[in-house]
Structures are given as C-alpha cells and as structure tokens.
C-alpha cells in the first residue's frame, strides 16, 4: 500500500485512541450521574439517562476536540477562524443523536434500565456507530486538509523552468497599461 493508505492508517488509529479517551470519560461521568458508580445510593440523574447522557458527551466532547486538535489532526491547520471549534461541536451534536436513540430505544422500546443494558445500547453500539460518522465529518469539516495552490496555473502562467512572468505581446507596462518605457539613470529621454 501507499503513503497515503499508511497515512489515513495512523490517523485512524489515533482517533480511535482519542475517541476511546473521551468515551471512557463520559462512561465515568454517564454511570455516576445515572447509576451511582458504586459511589452513592442515590444518584443524580437516575432517572434521567438521556440527560445524563448528554452531560457526559458533552465532557467527552472537550476532551476530544483538544486531543483531536494537539495530536490526531496536528498536521492539519485550522482553516475556520476558530480553529473548527463551532463545526466541530455541532457535528458532535448531530451525531450524538445516534447513541441517544440507541438508548432511548432500548430504555423505551426493549424496556431494559439495568446498567449492562444502557452501557451497550448508549456506550458501545451508539458511540461506535457516531464514531464512524464524526470520523468522516471531522476530516471533511472540521480538520481539513490544506489545499495545496498551484501559483503557475492560478496565474496562467506557462509552467516553464524559469517561472517568469511572460511578456505582453504589446510589450504595454503591466502597471499603467501604457507603452513601457525605460526608466532610471541614464534612461532615453532624461
């Protein structure tokens, strides 16, 4: 394979790693909002899954843009004024609708509240199918790759060795539009 498929290789490890950080620190936050994480008896939000839900996402999310922005996506610049921060929290709003249905559905359709059951449906299946978009989307819109600019042909330049800029047929100045004249010291009609 190519440099680029061991490129695109790399990356994907990377944001797997990443995504595996903030994913443990939103299953830390998830399980003590709603279940107490062997913490206390009477959790917070032990009602309220899809809020808890939410909440710990959102810390994920931070985790992730930071460590996205320092090492997955390092070679790549910011080509948004806030470095992609607005893009890349409203993907991973849109995206985190995917795990947020599979915990609804199985809170709501399946009947399962037990710990296990919320951690698979939200967790695991959710946050694996989001991962997979958000990958895309990222890449696509938030950490772009920089477009190369190809000055020769920008400029309709003739692409020679010598990259000089041609000279008008007229021989006009490029500034005035006008015969061009010579100028300087000891120039004719000084």
């Known amino acids: 394979m190519g440099e680029g498929w061991d490129h695109l290789r790399a990356e ?29 008896s009477d959790p917070w939000l032990g009602g309220h899954p899809v809020t808890a839900f939410v909440i710990a ?12 922005r320092s090492w997955t996506f390092k070679h790549r610049p910011p080509q948004h004024a806030d470095g992609g921060r607005t893009a890349f ?10 795990p947020m249905a599979c915990l609804w559905l199985s809170r709501n359709a399946l009947g399962l509240d037990d710990p296990v059951s919320d951690n698979l449906a939200a967790v695991v ?53 006008g015969p061009a004249r010579p100028s300087g010291p000891g ?3 000084d």
């Open 89 to 98: 929290f409203v993907i991973n709003v849109a995206t985190m609708l995917i």
């Open 12 to 40: 994907i490890g990377r944001f797997m790693a990443v995504g595996g950080i903030a994913t443990l620190a939103s299953f830390v936050v998830f399980n003590f909002l709603v279940h107490g994480l062997y913490l206390t």
């Open 187 to 189: 120039a004719a009609g």
């Open 125 to 177: 299946i959710g946050t694996l199918l989001g991962q997979v978009a958000r990958f895309y989307l990222f890449r696509e819109y938030v950490f772009q790759q920089p477009v190369p600019l190809d000055i020769p042909n920008f400029m309709h330049w003739d692409g020679g060795d010598d990259d000089e800029r041609p000279t008008p047929p007229d021989a006009t100045s490029w500034s005035s539009g």
């Open 57 to 68: 996402n959102f810390v994920g999310m931070v985790i992730n843009y930071r460590l996205s």
